[in-house]
Structures are given as C-alpha cells and as structure tokens.
T-cell receptor
Framework: DGGITQSPKYLFRKEGQNVTLSCEQN?????MYWYRQDPGQGLRLIYY???????QKGDIAEGYSVSREKKESFPLTVTSAQKNPTAFYLC??????????FGPGTRLTVL | DQQVKQNSPSLSVQEGRISILNCDYT??????FLWYKKYPAEGPTFLIS?????DKNEDGRFTVFLNKSAKHLSLHIVPSQPGDSAVYFC????????????FGTGTRLQVTL
C-alpha cells in the first residue's frame, strides 16, 4: 500500500535531549513537510523540502532541524533548543498539485 | 497574523441535517483552498478542494463554496452522519509557492443522533 509512515506513534523525551522523528513515504512524491499541532490550534509549518538535498524553514523552524538525503525520507530532529516541544507532529508529502497527504502523526511529550 | 480563520471552534448538528463549516481568509494571493478532516491522534485526510476560478465544487455529500469577493469559503455536508464527527480544517495556498498550505484553527463538528 502506498502511504506515509511516521514512527514512533508516541515518544517521550527528557528535557535537554535531542530526539528524531521518522517520516517515510512510498508515494514517489517530491515534496515533504513537517507540521506541529497544539491543542486548539491549526497546523503550523516547521520545515519543508521540495527536492532531495534541499529544504527550507517554515513558520516555526527554531529549535528544529531536518535532512532530506533520500526522496522517501524526511526525518525531523527536535533539539534541546526548542522551548516547548510537547506537541503532535505531522509529516506530509505532495505532488506538484496542492493536495498534501499526511502521515498518522507522532505525539512527543517532554518529561 | 492569522491569514486563515475558522471562527467557530465547534458545531453540533443532528444526524441527517446539513452541516455548514465556515472559513475566512485575508491573503488575496491565495488561489486554491482545501478542506481536511481530522480524527484525534490521527493525521488529517483530504476531503475536497476548490480553485479560485470556481465558486462551487461538489463531491458526494460534500460541497465547498467560494466567495472570492468576501474572501470566504464554506463546506456543506448533507446529510450529516455520525461518522462525520471530527475536526475540520480549511487550508489555503498560493499556487507556485511550494504548495505551502496555511491552515485555519479548525472546527470540531459533532453529529448527534
């Protein structure tokens, strides 16, 4: 089945630790995106990548980093510099059209 | 600055009746609009979209209306079903900008029996 997978579904992190969230897609989409969702808020764009080895900051990139070494993969690292990392993180991908397809999400909790 | 607004955080509708979810935007450069449905702890799923060259798009029970002069769009669900209970997000994009979607804050729809 074609789709987007995110792992793990739940992640717990101690303060001061970096953590990496996985996102893989087999849809052959060029573009990939990372969003975070907080309670009562919409989805806010963290980073996006239109092509392998290229990525741009979104609206809330501070404290996050990404890489795009393969078309299928777009991991997100939440660093210790992110002041409020507890949130629901969503990865998406798209073709040249505007519709984005989302993964199931990872809920990150900082203890 | 919230460029896409969904001013109703929640909506309750009886099964079989019409659900109308509203969305307003401020950026006149947006030319493509989408609605997503989201269940708790899951990723959003695409529902329906509309280009700014149209004022209506229909897909089964779902119809999206666009009023460009008012910078307003709405999603109509007829008839509403209990399985429609979810959070609905509208999103807008200016085509040619790497498909960067701007999302509203969502409206929680509850369809009651």
């Amino acid at each position: 089945d074609g789709g987007i997978t995110q792992s793990p579904k739940y992640l717990f992190r101690k303060e001061g630790q970096n953590v990496t969230l996985s996102c893989e897609q087999n849809l052959n989409h060029d573009a990939m995106y990372w969003y975070r969702q907080d309670p009562g808020q919409g989805l806010r764009l963290i980073y996006y990548s239109q092509i392998v080895n290229d990525f741009q900051k979104g609206d809330i990139a501070e404290g996050y980093s990404v890489s795009r070494e393969k078309k299928e993969s777009f991991p997100l690292t939440v660093t210790s510099a992110q002041k409020n990392p507890t949130a629901f993180y969503l990865c998406a991908s798209s073709t040249r059209r505007n519709e984005q397809f989302f993964g199931p999400g990872t809920r990150l909790t900082v203890l | 600055d919230q460029q896409v607004k969904q001013n109703s955080p929640s909506l309750s509708v009886q099964e079989g009746r019409i659900s109308i979810l509203n969305c307003d935007y401020t950026n006149s450069m947006f030319d493509y609009f989408l609605w997503y449905k989201k269940y708790p702890a899951e990723g959003p799923t695409f529902l329906i979209s509309i280009s700014s060259i149209k004022d209506k798009n229909e897909d089964g029970r779902f119809t999206v209306f666009l009023n460009k002069s008012a910078k307003h769009l709405s999603l109509h669900i007829v008839p509403s079903q209990p399985g429609d209970s979810a959070v609905y997000f509208c999103a807008a994009v200016q085509t040619g900008t790497a498909s960067k979607l701007t999302f509203g804050t969502g409206t929680r729809l509850q369809v009651t029996l």
